[in-house]
């Protein structure tokens, strides 16, 4: 395929070389001269493992050769890859005038078909809402019928990013149109790892998930370090046993969205983790707010059910996790606690709770919390529907899915997102936290 590539830093080299060797025919793009002479002598513009002696390799074969001519790049290719930077203010808003430059280019350049590929990191809406219209008139034609477009974020480590082309562990292509997609994907033929083809707005969202994870992994482990140094432990003994446990930590166990954590274990060890860290005068920031984040999801739940403006509430669920009648801070209890406590009218179902069976513990913190709660539990799901003017859903039990069916255009706030949650979400009124 023949392949132009906007861009000559980190990414735009890596790539250019890499689909290089695996047999395209690339032209690298760059403003500035020297990244051209060098790649003209065989020369990587950059210091990266592997990236010399590859760049020398397919500049001899002839399978890449570099330009300062944008339009003459794009006349000798298929597929044009976006890769300038998108540099970050100092208010940490995001600055696409690179990528508008080049996409005006790009635009004016194009005659036939063409696909223009952004692999550049930018927020979701950035392509359709910016990038996509500048191709559009500078070009005068329409994307995903005169023109192609995809989002192809790239997941590359500077230091190993050769390796890392080589050996992704995913391939994430947001396309315009499946030909588009086709065509993308057909760049990366034979090289490991899933392919994702998802909307455009996906595929943006996807880099900013996985980099924002590391962030927190990165500042995680240092803060576990910090106070296990502090209370004269080798924090590296401790994190070869967490990263042993590929069935809860290293895992996809609690990575879907969905509501606020509770239970007798999680808010109880961070609080008692960030008050060791105090007396040990270890500053814990990240771990520190972990409570407040969760404080600040339950609240969302309880804007939107306020956002209905109805008054009687079906509440589905009350346990903090599902199969278990264990209320000790349970976010659907705090969240039944807040809406008595704004006057809402509020009836309960939940098939594991039934008040009689509540004993120790468990019982003295509803009694502590919920004291009426005798008034609002029922044990039918088809009754606290009845009931309902707003059904909040906690709890995906049979029962509860059941009634759900005849609830009508009653609004519904999804707080586990429902089986049905992508068919729902078309209707009228019904609104799922995180999705």
């Excluded at 100092?90 to 696909?115: C, F, M, P, W």
């Excluded at 109880?268 to 270890?282: C, H, N, Q, S, T």
Aim: net charge negative.
């Amino acid at each position: 395929m023949r392949i132009s590539v906007f861009g000559l830093g980190y990414v735009g080299c890596v790539s250019a070389a890499c689909l290089a060797s695996m047999g395209h025919e690339v032209i690298g793009v760059d403003v500035n001269p020297d990244k051209v002479d060098l790649i003209a002598r065989g020369l990587a513009p950059v210091v990266e493992e592997r990236i010399g002696e590859l760049t020398a390799s397919v500049v001899a074969s002839g399978r890449l050769r570099a330009t300062t001519d944008a339009a003459a790049a794009v006349a000798a290719s298929d597929v044009s890859l976006v890769c300038v930077g998108t540099p970050s203010a100092a208010n940490g808003s995001l600055s696409t005038v690179y990528l508008e430059r080049v996409a005006e280019e790009i635009g004016q350049a194009i005659d036939g078909r063409h696909v223009v590929v952004f692999r550049s990191t930018m927020l979701p809406g950035t392509c359709a809402d910016l990038l996509v219209p500048i191709l559009e008139r500078a070009s005068g034609r329409t994307a995903g019928e005169g023109f192609g477009v995809a989002v192809n974020p790239e997941f590359l480590r500077e230091g190993t990013s050769v390796r890392d082309f080589f050996e992704p562990p995913k391939t994430v292509i947001g396309e315009s149109d499946p030909e588009t997609g086709d065509l993308v994907a057909a760049l990366y033929t034979g090289l490991p790892g899933a392919v994702f083809r998802v909307p455009i707005p996906v595929a943006e969202m996807t880099k900013y998930a996985d980099n924002a994870f590391h962030a927190v992994k990165i500042g995680f482990a240092n803060e576990i370090g910090a106070v296990a140094q502090a209370l004269g432990i080798d924090s590296h003994d401790v994190m070869d046993i967490f990263l042993a446990d590929t069935k809860l930590n290293v895992s996809p166990a609690y990575l879907r969205p969905g509501f606020a954590f509770g239970g007798s274990c999680l808010p109880k060890d961070l609080r008692g983790l960030v008050y060791a860290a105090r007396r040990a005068d270890v500053s814990v920031p990240l771990l520190s707010h972990v409570l407040p984040a969760n404080e600040a999801h339950l609240q969302r739940a309880v804007d939107l059910v306020m956002g209905a403006d109805k008054r009687r509430i079906g509440l589905f669920g009350l346990s903090f996790k599902p199969g278990t009648d264990d209320l000790r801070e349970s976010p659907l209890v705090e969240l039944a606690e807040r809406l008595l406590g704004k006057g809402y009218d509020l009836r309960i179902y939940d098939s594991n709770v039934t008040l009689s069976r509540l004993m120790g513990a468990n019982r003295a913190y509803v009694e502590q919390r919920l004291p009426h709660l005798a008034d609002l539990l029922t044990d039918s799901a088809d009754a606290v529907l009845d009931h309902a003017e707003v059904c909040v859903v906690g709890c995906k039990d049979r029962a509860v899915l059941d009634a759900l069916e005849r609830a009508g255009d009653r609004p519904i706030v999804d707080l586990v997102r429902l089986p049905d949650a992508v068919r729902r979400r078309a209707r009228p009124g019904y609104v799922g936290l995180g999705w």
